[in-house]
């Protein structure tokens, strides 16, 4: 089993590769770290690539890159996968920051990219309307949840922090509450959002302001989810994907421990991993998510 230790970077297709540097440049508070015919690296300002774009028909996301142990070998990771009959490849090369991944595909067909090491990009301290820590996580709506949360936890060595229902399933890798989301509501198997960490609410409320000076609306938020508890608002970029930006999600520091760090918006105290009804609310407050959301 490959044990992830963090989200690297998600690599999504556009058919406007310009306007989509402009936003997450200009908008977004990302910095481009390099550019090729067809694609586009994006990183924090703080030097972490989150982001590579490449030019494509339709806007989707098709891979995903996650940092395993640095000690881990990725050759015999490759023989790993190979004795649960998944077939893998060695690329080297595959961005500016990252020259060696084992690349395989989860059972939605999303493309997955294992590194062990990767490059910082320089520190970029050109002034923004916000700034991402991070890339926290994706969620996605797919067909078979108990298949790909399988692949996930079998395969790559995620952990089960939540599941509202049988429906939807909230996985870590790290201490982080999640770092991919999975539903199985909606008709497509497709990315839901992808979201980014901000320092505080502070920065939650200069993101807010920033956003709607230039036109990009809250569809929801500011807000407090009740499963992982984070504050979050989410908008929409230029190619209609959701986008989060969040602060405050739940920690477990300690695996052992078994709960979250406690806090006091949490329903339990400790706050374990659990089932959480159907009825759950999407948000503690801050209102319900629009119709269609979820789709």
């Excluded at 970077?9 to 306007?19: G, I, K, M, Q, V």
């Excluded at 703080?46 to 982001?51: K, R, S």
């Excluded at 493309?111 to 301290?125: C, Q, Y």
């Excluded at 989060?244 to 706050?271: A, N, T, V």
């Amino acid at each position: 089993m490959i044990n992830v230790r963090r989200i690297g970077h998600a690599t999504l297709e556009t058919p406007d590769l310009d306007r989509q540097i402009e936003y997450y440049t200009q908008i977004f508070g990302l910095a481009l770290t390099g550019r090729e015919k067809g694609r586009a690296f994006l990183s924090t300002r703080l030097g972490q690539q989150t982001v590579v774009l490449e030019q494509g028909d339709q806007p989707r996301c098709t891979k995903i890159a996650f940092e395993a142990d640095p000690n881990d070998d990725l050759t015999a990771l490759s023989r790993a996968l190979s004795d649960k009959s998944i077939t893998a490849k060695r690329r080297s090369d595959a961005t500016p920051a990252i020259s060696d991944v084992l690349a395989f595909s989860d059972p939605k067909g999303t493309e997955i990219e294992i590194f062990t090491s990767a490059k910082m990009a320089p520190f970029d301290a050109a002034p923004s309307g916000f700034t991402p820590l991070k890339l926290g996580h994706l969620a996605f709506n797919v067909a078979d949840i108990q298949k790909v949360v399988s692949f996930y936890t079998d395969v790559l060595g995620f952990r089960i922090s939540d599941w509202r229902s049988d429906f939807f399933a909230f996985l870590r890798c790290g201490p982080d509450h999640h770092t991919i989301n999975f539903a199985s509501h909606g008709a497509h198997e497709k990315m839901h959002h992808i979201a980014f960490e901000l320092k505080d609410w502070a920065e939650i409320q200069r993101a807010c302001d920033f956003l709607g000076r230039h036109n990009y609306h809250l569809v929801w938020g500011p807000g407090r989810h009740v499963i992982g508890h984070n504050v979050f608002i989410y908008h929409k970029n230029p190619d209609g994907q959701i986008m989060e930006l969040y602060c405050e999600l739940d920690q477990m520091k300690q695996e052992s421990l078994g709960y979250f760090e406690p806090r006091p918006w949490h329903q339990d105290q400790p706050q374990n991993p659990k089932v959480w009804p159907t009825d759950t609310l999407g948000s503690y407050w801050g209102g319900r998510a629009p119709p269609g959301f979820g789709d």
